[in-house]
Every structure is written in structure tokens, then in C-alpha cells.
């Protein structure tokens, strides 16, 4: 089973800072994705990689594969983007996700 | 296209009963799943499904029952409620399992009293 880990858990940052979460799992992986949740909201997608960079407006995203490790960056942070970040992988040949704990995000303006 | 449609948004049952919360997609997507979310746990993998009449049980499959009869729809049955199955519930498809963007429901906020 792969363990996914996302650091930190909790995260408060004033308007306009770069952040960046973190997720590191166990096993090879096929796939890893990024998701977004909002309090008391659904679930949207915002990347899913499986080797280097991706970005959209500004949020980036990398991975790298060696070291088992992925990044969620947040460019000039806005309190709209106060939400839970979600890691979750899909190990190779497998038909199933794991997902992290979630990281709690708030931007303070 | 409306995306996954889950329904209803909330419900609140009585220990013992039972109900199927509903979960339907129009893109054509191959693969679907139910996960709950609860409190400090993130999300858990109940049951899915990587084709019409094919599922499989996920990390917490007990107390719950799927059927795929359909591309589109992917129902969930709770075949008799227990309060530890209070939880937000949330469908999610995708193209297919080996590498493509999920798609969420809104949820399920569910109470077993």
C-alpha cells in the first residue's frame, strides 16, 4: 500500500506570498493528483502529472519521480484561495487512488 | 455537459434503513468511484467500478453495495444504516483508471441518527 504524506497539515499566509505544499509517498506511482477543496464545497481537479511541471495561472505543480516527491506552488496568494489541498496517487498498474490528509490553506488579506 | 450529478445533497436516516444515493455522469468516463470523507481521515475508496457491470471493493467496503448496470450511473446502497456511517460522500469519475483527471460530485452530507 502507498503511503502518501502531505506536509504541512495546517498553513496561514498573508496576501500575496508564495506557498508551497508538499506531498511525498512510498511507492512508484502512475500518477499523482492535486485536487482542491473549498469549506463546505466539492472537490475540483487541478492537475494531474506524472513527470515534471505543469502550470495554470498561478498555481504550479512538479513532480519528481526519483525522489518520490511533489510540489503545489501558489504564485502572489489570494484569501480565494483558502481551501484544502488534496495529494493522491495511483500506484503503477493499479486501479485505485490513495489520497494524503489534505493540506488547510488560509490567506489572510 | 452537467458533469457527475450526485444526489441528494443531504439526507438524514434512521439506524436500520436504508437508501441509495445516486451518482451519474455524462462524459462517457469508464471508470467511477464512492469515497466518504470524514474528520481527519481524507478520503477512503468505498467501491469502484472500471466498466459497466464490473466493481470492486475499495479500503472501506462494508455496510455499502454498488451496482453498474450503465456507463453512466454508479449508485450507492447503504443496505442498513449505522450511525459510524455519518459522513460527507462524494462520486467521482474519470476517462479511464490509468491516468486521466477525476471529476467530483458535489457530495452527500449524510446523518444516520
Known amino acids: 500500500k502507498n503511503e502518501v504524506e502531505q506536509s504541512p497539515q495546517n498553513l496561514t499566509a498573508q496576501e500575496g506570498e508564495f506557498i508551497t505544499i508538499n506531498c511525498s509517498y512510498s511507492?512508484?506511482?502512475?500518477?499523482l493528483h492535486w485536487l482542491q477543496q473549498h469549506p463546505g464545497g466539492g472537490i475540483v481537479s487541478l492537475f494531474m502529472?506524472?513527470?515534471g511541471k505543469k502550470k495554470h495561472g498561478r498555481l504550479i505543480a512538479t513532480i519528481n519521480i526519483q525522489e518520490k516527491h511533489s510540489s503545489l506552488h501558489i504564485t502572489a496568494s489570494h484569501p480565494r484561495d483558502s481551501a484544502v489541498y488534496i495529494c493522491?496517487?495511483?500506484?503503477?498498474?493499479?486501479?485505485?487512488?490513495?489520497f494524503g490528509q489534505g493540506t488547510r490553506l488560509t490567506i489572510n488579506p | 455537459n452537467a458533469g457527475v450529478t450526485q444526489t441528494p445533497k443531504f439526507q438524514v436516516l434512521k439506524t436500520g434503513q436504508s437508501m441509495t444515493l445516486q451518482c451519474a455522469q455524462d462524459?462517457?468516463?469508464?471508470?467511477m468511484s464512492w469515497y466518504r470523507q470524514d474528520p481527519g481521515m481524507g478520503l477512503r475508496l468505498i467501491h469502484y467500478?472500471?466498466?459497466?457491470?464490473?466493481?470492486d471493493q475499495g479500503e472501506v467496503p462494508n455496510g455499502y453495495n454498488v451496482s453498474r448496470s450503465t456507463t453512466e450511473d454508479f449508485p450507492l446502497r447503504l443496505l442498513s444504516a449505522a450511525p459510524s456511517q455519518t459522513s460527507v460522500y462524494f462520486c467521482?469519475?474519470?476517462?479511464?483508471?490509468?491516468?486521466?483527471?477525476?471529476?467530483f460530485g458535489n457530495g452527500t452530507r449524510l446523518t444516520v441518527t
Open positions: 502529472l506524472s513527470s
Open positions: 462524459m462517457n468516463h469508464e471508470y
Open positions: 467500478s472500471v466498466g459497466a457491470g464490473i466493481t
Open positions: 511507492v512508484g506511482i502512475s500518477a
Open positions: 493522491a496517487v495511483r500506484n503503477q498498474g493499479a486501479q485505485k487512488l490513495v
Open positions: 467521482a469519475s474519470s476517462y479511464n483508471h490509468r491516468g486521466s483527471p477525476l471529476h
